[in-house]
């Protein structure tokens, strides 16, 4: 496998604790492999590593670029898939079912149902914790007193209750045959990690630890993700090591430059100048979209097989009213971790309020993550004629950074 530089110094390092900052593009999944295969090749065995993400989707990437030698013995999970099979151990968890997300949203929505929610959809709160107890202290305490005796009446766990009985069951001593079961422990999407998964991680006490992740793309905040954590990552491991993978190798080099200039917005990160690595086109173009052109560019989109990220599915309904294919319609949110040849980025709608001039740091990483899906085209689409503040927050990270093109005129520049 041949790797760069920068990738080489990370597959080479032999740091107790690693913590690898990797920009989008840099082949993150490509040093992970090479990382689990090299401590093989160097004598390690291949059942004692354990390679945590954050999807089964994610999972099965890695799993099926293992080589086909170390790839039935390396383990990859989910970090709840991990704490699943090991609750279901216990004769005493046995008959426990998990409580799905849908089945979960609909019992929080009758509690709801006769609440007053000031206007603010029942949605909303319910997937935005953080959102609900500040908006609605008293009523979010009695939702989850409530759920929570559903819960225990009826054999159900969450997906987070299951690593919270994980590190209980570590904390107690009652699982040290799995603290010992690996010596190396790689996890992916690292800025996505909670407090309770870090717990687990410093309880295994393994005799490698290499997290991988960005910054710059956490986006998971209101599912209970803390960036800090991978901000501070130094102090919940003291003496860790810190390499960059910064080389972009799947956007255009103005692709990397807008995000470069959009992501210094964001107050608390670890700064790092991404470096494109492709050289071609100098085209990032911002397209107006004004009332009454939807439906224009609904077919430039299909066209061009271009894919639209928006920020909420409310405008994945717009745009798929409009006349674009439903296949060709993501929120930035699922996007993560795929690429496309061509993103049209959706400003309008959806973006949580700035606070004075400033747009909050989450919405500038999603804003982040939306662009640097793109791999030749970047089309930034927003609303001029009536937009909301959040909007023309957001809208304006990327003004400098952008060309002015019509419909009818980028086509004709997509073609050239």
């Known amino acids: 496998m041949e790797l760069s530089k920068e990738q080489r110094k990370v597959v080479s390092a032999n740091d107790r604790f690693l913590q690898v900052v990797a920009a989008a593009g840099s082949g993150k999944t490509r040093t992970m492999i090479a990382l689990a295969e090299d401590s ?34 390396v ?27 849908q089945a979960k949203f609909e019992f929080m929505r009758g509690l709801l149902c006769q609440a007053k929610t000031d206007g603010i959809p029942y949605s909303v709160l319910l997937a935005n914790k953080r959102l ?54 790689i996890v992916d999407e ?28 956490s986006i998971y905040g209101f599912r209970g993700s803390d960036p800090e954590l991978f901000l501070k990552f130094q102090k919940h491991f003291p003496g860790a090591r810190v390499l960059s993978l910064s080389e972009n190798y799947r956007s255009q080099e103005r692709i990397v430059r807008a995000g470069n200039h959009l992501i210094r917005s964001s107050r608390k990160q670890l700064r790092k100048k991404v470096r494109a690595m492709r050289r071609g086109s100098t085209d990032c173009v911002a397209l107006s979209v004004f009332r009454g052109e939807e439906a224009e560019v609904a077919a430039l989109v299909n066209a061009s097989g271009g894919f639209i990220l928006c920020r909420s599915n409310y405008r ?25 040849p061509i993103v049209y ?14 747009v909050p740091d989450e919405e500038v990483r ?43 005129a980028l086509q004709r520049a997509m073609a050239a």
Not at 316 to 339: M, N, Y
């Open 40 to 73: 093989v090749t160097r004598g390690m065995n291949p059942a004692r590593i354990l390679m945590l993400s954050f999807s089964r989707k994610a999972c099965s990437e890695i799993r099926s670029r293992l080589s086909e030698s170390i790839r039935s013995e």
């Open 75 to 101: 383990r990859v999970s989910t970090f709840h898939s991990l704490a699943f099979r090991s609750m279901m151990r216990r004769r005493e968890m046995r008959g426990v079912r998990v409580l799905t997300d």
């Open 132 to 185: 609900f107890r500040e908006q609605f202290p008293d009523l979010c305490m009695s939702v989850y007193r409530e759920l929570a005796e559903y819960k225990r009446s009826n054999r159900l766990v969450e997906f987070d209750d299951m690593v919270l009985d994980l590190n209980r069951e570590l904390r107690l001593g009652h699982l040290r045959d799995l603290r010992k079961s690996f010596d190396l422990i």
């Open 190 to 217: 690292f800025q996505d990690t909670d407090p309770g998964q870090l717990q687990f991680l410093q309880m295994m006490d393994s005799r490698r630890l290499v997290v991988v992740g960005d910054d710059y793309q």
């Open 316 to 340: 994945r309904i717009v745009w798929e009213r409009a006349g674009v294919e439903p296949d060709r319609l993501l929120t930035i949110h699922s996007a993560k971790g795929l690429e496309f």
């Open 345 to 358: 980025l959706d400003l309008c709608g959806g973006w949580s309020s700035a606070r004075g001039t400033r």
């Open 366 to 408: 999603v804003a982040y993550v939306g662009l640097s899906r793109a791999e030749n085209w970047l089309v930034v689409m927003h609303d001029e004629s009536g937009t909301s503040a959040p909007e023309r927050a957001v809208f304006e990270l990327f003004r400098n950074e952008v060309q002015r093109y019509s419909p009818v």
